[in-house]
């Protein structure tokens, strides 16, 4: 539930964003959704101060629903900027984007780790919640000022109804669920093997390293004319093969294995 509330939030606001960006401007959701995010980040640190069960468990959900209003606005707000600064390049713009993501989630278990070890609990929030609110202030000095334009002609029914949109949502929905599993299940599945935090990190780091090296590559083939459809195919049937492998499931006949783990 503390995991997933975040993204919930951010699903059910996301349209409104959108619809608000001629009038709130990308600038200001970035930065502010940014801002957010950190302060809520640096808060969530200091949750272990509350009482633990229902106490912790509420304020929990609390702030993450409300980092889930911040993330909600930069995440909606991201893809205009990159549609307005690289006009004809959207694709690797969008790549680059994710190959970030991707540093991200080779940098904050590896980082994030190690900062438990020397500060407990609180340390890794606080850190990250000040590059977050340094971030938002770079974007309020830096980044330029963008007008979005939103097409609100056909409405959200009619593009959910186009069995296009549908299969691009379908498959964006089974991405964020692979990677929300594999947040909150991964960590639980490798507590056998008795691991320390920083090794525990490094495993995580497995995902987004590729994810980050690889995603540059896909979408300049996009650019260049690819078919993405197929592309989706094979990401999806890599996707599907790499979550029998890692538990594995019961029909196959051999125990779960680090390297295993680790490869998929």
């Given at each position: 539930?503390?995991?997933?509330?975040?993204?919930?939030?951010?699903?059910?606001?996301?349209?409104?964003?959108?619809?608000?960006?001629?009038?709130?401007?990308?600038?200001?959701?970035?930065?502010?959704?940014?801002?957010?995010?950190?302060?809520?980040?640096?808060?969530?640190?200091?949750?272990?101060?509350?009482?633990?069960?229902?106490?912790?468990?509420?304020?929990?959900?609390?702030?993450?629903?409300?980092?889930?209003?911040?993330?909600?606005?930069?995440?909606?707000?991201?893809?205009?900027?990159?549609?307005?600064?690289?006009?004809?390049?959207?694709?690797?713009?969008?790549?680059?984007?994710?190959?970030?993501?991707?540093?991200?989630?080779?940098?904050?278990?590896?980082?994030?780790?190690?900062?438990?070890?020397?500060?407990?609990?609180?340390?890794?929030?606080?850190?990250?919640?000040?590059?977050?609110?340094?971030?938002?202030?770079?974007?309020?000095?830096?980044?330029?000022?963008?007008?979005?334009?939103?097409?609100?002609?056909?409405?959200?029914?009619?593009?959910?109804?186009?069995?296009?949109?549908?299969?691009?949502?379908?498959?964006?929905?089974?991405?964020?669920?692979?990677?929300?599993?594999?947040?909150?299940?991964?960590?639980?599945?490798?507590?056998?093997?008795?691991?320390?935090?920083?090794?525990?990190?490094m495993i995580?780091?497995?995902?987004?390293?590729?994810?980050?090296?690889?995603?540059?590559?896909?979408?300049?083939?996009?650019?260049?004319?690819?078919?993405?459809?197929?592309?989706c195919l094979v990401g999806?049937?890599?996707?599907?093969?790499?979550?029998?492998?890692?538990?594995?499931?019961?029909?196959?006949?051999?125990?779960?294995?680090?390297?295993?783990?680790?490869?998929?």
């Amino acid at each position: 539930m503390v995991f997933s509330v975040y993204e919930l939030v951010g699903f059910i606001f996301a349209p409104i964003y959108g619809r608000l960006l001629p009038v709130l401007k990308p600038k200001f959701l970035t930065y502010s959704g940014l801002f957010v995010c950190g302060s809520c980040s640096i808060l969530f640190g200091f949750l272990d101060k509350a009482k633990s069960g229902s106490t912790f468990l509420i304020l929990a959900i609390a702030v993450r629903i409300i980092e889930g209003l911040g993330g909600g606005a930069y995440y909606t707000a991201s893809p205009a900027i990159c549609v307005s600064e690289f006009s004809g390049k959207t694709t690797t713009a969008f790549s680059t984007m994710e190959m970030m993501f991707g540093v991200g989630m080779v940098i904050g278990p590896t980082v994030g780790g190690g900062l438990y070890q020397v500060g407990g609990y609180i340390l890794p929030f606080l850190v990250l919640g000040l590059l977050l609110l340094f971030s938002s202030l770079m974007i309020f000095f830096i980044l330029p000022d963008i007008e979005a334009e939103v097409n609100t002609s056909g409405g959200y029914k009619r593009l959910l109804l186009d069995p296009k949109m549908v299969t691009c949502v379908m498959v964006l929905i089974s991405g964020f669920i692979f990677f929300g599993y594999n947040d909150a299940t991964l960590e639980p599945h490798l507590r056998k093997f008795d691991l320390k935090p920083a090794v525990l990190g490094m495993i995580f780091v497995a995902v987004g390293g590729v994810y980050a090296c690889t995603t540059p590559f896909w979408g300049y083939l996009c650019d260049k004319g690819s078919n993405p459809r197929l592309m989706c195919l094979v990401g999806c049937v890599t996707c599907f093969i790499s979550l029998l492998l890692v538990g594995p499931v019961p029909f196959f006949n051999f125990e779960a294995d680090l390297w295993l783990i680790i490869l998929r």
